[in-house]
């Protein structure tokens, strides 16, 4: 059995673009829920350019399956993610300029800073997941820093350059998968998903769950603008008719 967790940052990113109230990012999550997603995912960012903190409280009240938050490993976070208590946590790495999280977290450089975050999370019954590179030294720290979940980078993967270099990434992923598997890791992937490439990644047994956002997202956009733009005409005729 695989698991889809449904992303949802950029409902909040077209919210964001006029600072309004809509769309609402709770009622994209119980639309995924409606289509099967089996958790929902949001990314705090240090800079709020999406999800803000009102978000992350409504998701926590009203959400029907489990919560994953994803968000650097920062004192701020941690006390957030504390006082919200999501099912999960996932600790990836943010930089302010780039447009979304490229590459894993060097779990093997910062792992002072992951430990001790990781801990915390973990002694307030927070499961926690670690994104990192399909690398074997990775998988190894996350095990050795007492992570229960990794999540495996597959951007190398769906941005492979040919045919050769996608059957490598894909097998960076098995080998990576089954040594975190090995390790009593549970195994997530995510990262630059969509309709096509999605199949070869989902066929890795050793996977438990995906974790898609961009694909979904842009393709919710496009099978919903008949039914948008048809209910607009009808209230400016309604309107028109008096
Ligand atoms: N997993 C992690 C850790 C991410 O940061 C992201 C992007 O926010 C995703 C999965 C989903 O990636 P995409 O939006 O490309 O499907």
Redesign the pocket.
């Known amino acids: 059995m695989i698991h889809l967790g449904v ?1 949802i ?1 950029h409902v909040a990113t077209v919210r964001q673009a006029r600072r309004g109230a809509q769309p609402e990012v709770i009622h994209a999550a119980a639309l995924a829920v409606l289509g099967g997603a089996d958790s929902i ?1 949001i ?1 705090l960012r240090e800079d709020r350019r999406h999800i803000q903190d009102r978000d992350l409280r409504l998701l926590r009240e009203v959400a029907t399956v489990p919560l994953n938050l ?1 968000m650097a490993a920062t004192e701020e976070m941690t006390a957030i993610a504390i006082a919200s208590l999501p099912a999960c946590v ?1 600790l ?1 790495p943010e930089k302010r300029e780039e447009l ?2 490229e590459g894993g977290l060097d779990v093997v450089t910062h792992q002072n800073a992951i430990g001790q975050c990781l801990k915390a999370l973990k002694a307030h019954g927070v499961a926690v997941s670690l ?1 990192i590179d399909p690398d074997a030294r990775q998988v190894e720290m996350a095990r050795f820093l007492g992570a229960d979940t990794i ?1 495996l980078q597959t951007g190398s993967y769906s941005e492979a350059i040919n045919a050769a270099d996608r059957e490598a990434r894909l097998a960076d992923l098995k080998t990576a998968a089954r040594l975190a598997r090995q390790c009593g890791l549970r195994v997530h992937a ?4 969509d309709y096509h490439n999605v199949q070869a990644v989902a066929a890795i047994a050793d996977i438990v769950e995906l ?5 979904i997202i842009s393709r919710a956009i496009l099978v919903g603008m008949v039914e948008a733009v048809r209910a607009m005409k009808h209230a400016m005729v309604e309107g028109r008719r008096g």
Not at 190 to 193: E, F, I, K, S
């Open positions: 992303n940052d995912t990314h994803e996932t990836v979304t999280t994104f999540e995510g990262h630059g998903l974790n898609i956002g961009h694909s």
